[in-house]
Nanobody, 121 residues
Framework: QVQLVELGGGLVQAGGSLRLSCSAS????????MGWFRQAPGQEREFVAD????????YYADSVKGRFTISRDYAKNTVYLQMNNLKPEDTAVYYC??????????????WGQGTQVTVSS
């Protein structure tokens, strides 16, 4: 199993940037595909981005393409989500997720606790 801890959420003005990080426990980080999801109040959780075990392939939701970048650091067992040009509609709780399969799909087996991102207009 893998345990995930997210950091980096906060309050930012529209047009600003934030970088989320997700630290994974264990020595098998490289065997997991990683991803980010988000859930806004009153809405279902939705996919944001994911990245393969090797980091060679990434996939983004259309709503964040060109603004968000997912990456991973194997030395730090960490996956990042760089979020630029943030919009109020990006406000949500962001969750890190992991799976031994890729794409992650809607229900990957491992989840972090979530971190709040709030974008003010």
């Amino acid at each position: 199993q893998v345990q995930l801890v997210e950091l980096g959420g906060g309050l930012v003005q529209a047009g600003g940037s934030l970088r989320l990080s997700c630290s994974a426990s264990g020595r098998t980080f490289g065997t997991y595909a990683m991803g980010w999801f988000r859930q806004a109040p009153g809405q279902e959780r939705e996919f944001v981005a994911d990245i393969t075990w090797s980091g060679g392939t990434t996939y983004y939701a259309d709503s964040v393409k060109g603004r968000f970048t997912i990456s991973r650091d194997y030395a730090k067992n960490t996956v990042y989500l760089q979020m630029n040009n943030l919009k109020p509609e990006d406000t949500a709780v962001y969750y890190c997720a992991a799976s031994t399969t890729w794409p992650l799909g809607a229900y990957p087996p491992y989840w972090g606790q979530g971190t709040q991102v709030t974008v003010s207009s």
